[in-house]
């Protein structure tokens, strides 16, 4: 089974444009959720989606949102870009939803917001 | 805010010894998972343990978890080289609606 893949892989974007990114799930996950990776922060939890509804969120502002599709994969968007928004975007799926399953992480994309 | 707080931050071991890294948390939680991080890559999952569970092992791997301290330690047995990462643990909060990390603890095992 193909593991969680993640595109692009590295971006670079000036302050105030906006950026999608990717996500396709491991084949008959439901659940994708989104984490954003800083040096300063750590690993912060931003929004979790199942079966195309955003069910949890995390502390982020509007600037970032999401959506999945029928087919699961996921997109996050994060408009207006600032300079901490540079960090590695990592996306994990699961099977059944909630953080009971085990989350299977991709390999991220690393934004750089110059 | 982070759920986790690890400790030590930091750890250098001689292949062959164990490496234990601790964790703890604030508030009430379902359960307790751990994740291995090589540079700045995705996480891989290495063990869940629940609330209700006290030990659990995976191989080389033994999980421990205290919830009146709110505090889980994770051992890893005859460390080899390969197990240089970064480790972090992860708790759900009790609405099980979000997982959260800690600061993760960065092992290097020198060869």
């Given at each position: 089974k193909a593991g969680v893949t993640q595109t692009p892989r590295y971006l670079i974007k000036t302050r105030g444009q906006q950026v999608t990114l990717s996500c396709s799930p491991i084949s008959g996950h439901r659940s994708v959720s989104w984490y954003q990776q800083t040096p300063g922060q750590g690993l912060q939890f931003l929004f979790e989606y199942f079966s195309e509804t955003q069910r949890n969120k995390g502390?982020?502002?509007?600037?970032f949102s999401g959506r999945q599709f029928s087919n699961s994969r996921s997109e996050m968007n994060v408009s207006?870009?600032?300079?901490?928004?540079?960090a590695l975007y990592l996306c994990a799926s699961s099977f059944?939803?909630?953080?009971?399953d085990t989350q299977y992480f991709g390999p991220g994309t690393r934004l750089t917001v110059l | 805010s982070q759920q986790g707080e690890e400790d030590p931050q930091a750890l250098s071991i001689q292949e062959g010894e164990n490496a234990t890294m601790n964790c703890s948390y604030k508030t009430s939680i379902n359960n307790l998972q751990w994740y291995r991080q090589n540079s700045g890559r995705g996480l891989v999952h290495l063990i869940l343990i629940r609330s209700n569970e006290r030990e659990k092992h995976s191989g080389r791997l033994r999980v421990t978890l205290d919830t009146s301290k709110k505090s889980s330690s994770l051992l890893i047995t005859?460390?080899?080289?390969?197990?240089t990462a970064s480790y972090f643990c992860a708790t759900d909060t009790d609405a099980g609606n979000m997982l959260t990390f800690g600061g993760g603890t960065r092992l290097m095992v020198k060869p």
């Open positions: 502390n982020f502002p509007g600037r207006t870009l600032e300079l901490g928004d540079s059944g939803g909630g953080f009971t | 005859a460390s080899r080289a390969a197990d």
